[in-house]
C-alpha cells in the first residue's frame, strides 16, 4: 500500500544552521508531494509541495527536492531561525486523489 | 477569517459517553476530512467526503459515524468512548492538492 517514511524523528540544531528532513515513498505512481509545518497547539500548515514533474523548488529559505528514480523527497530549510521550530511532516497525496498519507513527522529544535 | 473551524476545541468527557465534533469551512472546498493525531503525532486519515459523498472510511471502529449536511460542514459524532479515543481531531478541506486544517479538538476521555 501508500507508504511514506520520514527521518530524523528529532532535528536539533544551532540558530543559523540548515536542517535537511528526508522522507522515502513506496508507491512509483505518486506525484503530488507536499511538506506541512506544525507549531504547538495548531493544525498542520502547507509550507511547500512538489510535483513529479519538478526536481526541485524554493521559497525563501525553504527548498524540497525529488528524486522520483530513487522514491524520496528533502525539506531543505537553510538560515534557521527559533521560530522554525516546530513538527515537519513530509506526504503524500494517494492514488484518487482523496487521501493524504503523512510522514510520523520530524520535531524541529533551533536553539538559539 | 477562520477558513476551516471546529469545535469544541477541548473536550473532556467519561469513558462510555457520547460526543460530537462540529467542522465548517469558508473556503468553498468540495472534499472534507477527518484526521486522528495521536500523543506520538501520527496523522492517520479517518474520513473522506466529497460533495457530502463518503468517498474513503479507513478501518474505523463504526463508534464513529461522521455526517456531512452540506459541503461545508462535517461533523464527527463518536458513541461509547474508550480511553484509547483520546487524541486531537483535525478537521480539514481541499479543492485540488493543498489540503487545510482547522486548529484541532483535543479529546480526553476519562
Known amino acids: 500500500g501508500e507508504n511514506v517514511e520520514q527521518h530524523p524523528s528529532t532535528l536539533s540544531v544551532q540558530e543559523g544552521d540548515s536542517a535537511v528532513i528526508k522522507c522515502t515513498y513506496s508507491?512509483?505512481?505518486?506525484?503530488?508531494f507536499p511538506w506541512y509545518k506544525q507549531e504547538l497547539g495548531k493544525g498542520p500548515q502547507l509550507i511547500i509541495d512538489i510535483r513529479s514533474n519538478v526536481g526541485e523548488k524554493k521559497d525563501q529559505r525553504i527548498a524540497v527536492t525529488l528524486n522520483k528514480t530513487a522514491k524520496h523527497f528533502s525539506l531543505h530549510i537553510t538560515e534557521t531561525q527559533p521560530e522554525d521550530s516546530a513538527v515537519y511532516f513530509c506526504?503524500?497525496?494517494?492514488?484518487?486523489?482523496?487521501?493524504?498519507?503523512f510522514g510520523a513527522g520530524t520535531r524541529l529544535f533551533v536553539k538559539a | 477569517d477562520t477558513a476551516v473551524s471546529q469545535t469544541p476545541k477541548y473536550l473532556v468527557t467519561q469513558m462510555g459517553n457520547d460526543k460530537s465534533i462540529k467542522c465548517e469551512q469558508n473556503l468553498g472546498h468540495d472534499t472534507m476530512y477527518w484526521y486522528k493525531q495521536d500523543s506520538k503525532k501520527f496523522l492517520k486519515i479517518m474520513f473522506s467526503y466529497n460533495n457530502k459523498e463518503l468517498i474513503i472510511n479507513e478501518t474505523v471502529p463504526n463508534r464513529f459515524s461522521p455526517k456531512s449536511p452540506d459541503k461545508a460542514h462535517l461533523n464527527l459524532h463518536i458513541n461509547s468512548l474508550e480511553l484509547g479515543d483520546s487524541a486531537v481531531y483535525f478537521c480539514?478541506?481541499?479543492?485540488?492538492?493543498?489540503?487545510?486544517f482547522g486548529e484541532g479538538s483535543w479529546l480526553t476521555v476519562v
Open positions: 508507491d512509483s505512481a505518486s506525484n503530488y
Open positions: 506526504a503524500l497525496l494517494g492514488t484518487g486523489g482523496f487521501k493524504t498519507i
Open positions: 480539514a478541506s481541499s479543492q485540488a492538492l493543498s489540503v487545510y
